[in-house]
């Protein structure tokens, strides 16, 4: 069922929202929509292949809704001839959008070995085993040209000894190697800075990630969950 909750929360969060005014038949939409959501931005209005239905985006949600603005449905929308899911699709689209708007440079980042064939980005925990069970693969992705992005998403919260842990290692001189460091278990010297941790919380809010890893593939896709090495060489070759 459609979480009015979770629309807001997902409106709450987008900082500018670019409206497609393409037709006039969205007026209806627009007009329930300022009813529903007052305060809100003005969310991503698209047309979908069935007629008099329109796609309607806010952050990362995506519904739909009648031409007449008076049905709304939340749900999967797929093309059956092809086997595509559109609203799957569209959730890619914007979260790939979105992530082109984090700088690298709040980012721990382990390159591709020679040519890089593609990227993913991680949502990780410290003290997440399965985070700790990915990193080790780290060298067989960069090895097949894949390039690992991490973002700090400290499950326990502001202010948890693995939000500080976090912090320390994003302070470190050498932030790779604390990282290595800390995803083996060994200690970490404690250190304090300016630090993104914080806003990669945020963002992990605005992505909708609730677990780690978290990872999110040059594509926009998003993979809930530790995958072995080979078998996320195989994804992002497909």
Avoid at 206 to 233: C, H, M, Q, R, W
Wanted: aromatic share 6%; hydrophobic share 40%; net charge positive.
């Amino acid at each position: 069922m459609f979480s009015m909750r979770k629309f807001l929360l997902s409106v709450t969060l987008v900082s500018s929202v670019v409206i497609n005014t393409a037709t006039a038949d969205t007026a209806a939409i627009k007009a329930q929509l300022k009813t529903m959501l007052p305060n809100a931005p003005e969310a991503i209005i698209t047309a979908t292949p069935i007629k008099d239905l329109y796609q309607v985006q806010v952050g990362m949600t995506v519904v739909y809704m009648s031409t007449d603005g008076k049905y709304l449905l939340n749900g999967n929308l797929i093309a059956l001839e092809t086997r595509d899911n559109l609203t799957d699709l569209a959730k890619s689209h914007a979260r790939q959008s979105a992530m082109q708007k984090i700088s690298e440079s709040s980012m721990i980042i382990y390159p591709a070995k020679g040519k890089q064939t593609h990227f993913i980005t991680v949502f990780s925990d410290i003290d997440c085993p399965y985070c700790a069970k990915l990193h080790k693969e780290i060298p067989a992705l960069n090895e097949a040209g894949i390039t690992v992005r991490y973002l700090s998403y400290p499950r326990s919260g502001m202010g948890s000894p693995s939000y500080h842990k976090a912090v320390s290692v994003w302070c470190a001189k050498d932030s790779v190697k604390a990282m290595d460091n800390a995803m083996l278990g060994k200690p970490v010297a404690n250190k304090v800075c300016v630090n993104p941790v914080r806003d990669h919380m945020m963002e992990a809010k605005y992505f909708e990630v609730n677990g780690t890893p978290n990872i999110i593939l040059d594509s926009g896709e998003l993979l809930p969950g530790y995958v072995p090495a080979k078998e996320l060489i195989k994804i992002l070759d497909e």
